[in-house]
């Protein structure tokens, strides 16, 4: 397995976020599944600190980005798109759900 960039990877992460269109308007929804999942992907990267990150924890931060892709109905193919720039900004070479970069 090939080393993560950390801060490459959570910029990416966060960014995919960020500039993605938001299709529901359930407010209730939308704190549920975007802004919570924002939040603890925020927090560990603080608690990350310098340490690496490990493949097990970056499958994790992917978890909690694919729950904003789907609560704010993401196209396919834009999260597609995403997944691929992640894993080429941060050296990423194991990306969730069995798709490889």
């Known amino acids: 397995m090939t080393r993560i960039n950390s801060k490459a990877f959570f910029s990416a992460v966060l960014k995919a976020i960020a500039c ?4 529901n308007t359930d407010q209730a929804q939308y704190a549920v599944g975007v802004l919570e999942p924002a939040s603890r992907i925020r927090a560990f990267e603080a608690e990350l600190g310098d340490r690496e990150l490990a493949h097990p924890e ?6 909690w980005l694919e729950t904003t892709f789907e609560t704010k109905g993401t196209p396919d193919e834009e999260r597609s798109y995403y997944r691929g720039r992640i894993a080429e900004l941060s050296g990423l070479t194991l990306v969730r759900a069995g798709v490889a970069a």
């Open 58 to 63: 970056a499958e994790q931060v992917l978890g």
């Open 20 to 23: 993605t269109r938001n299709s």
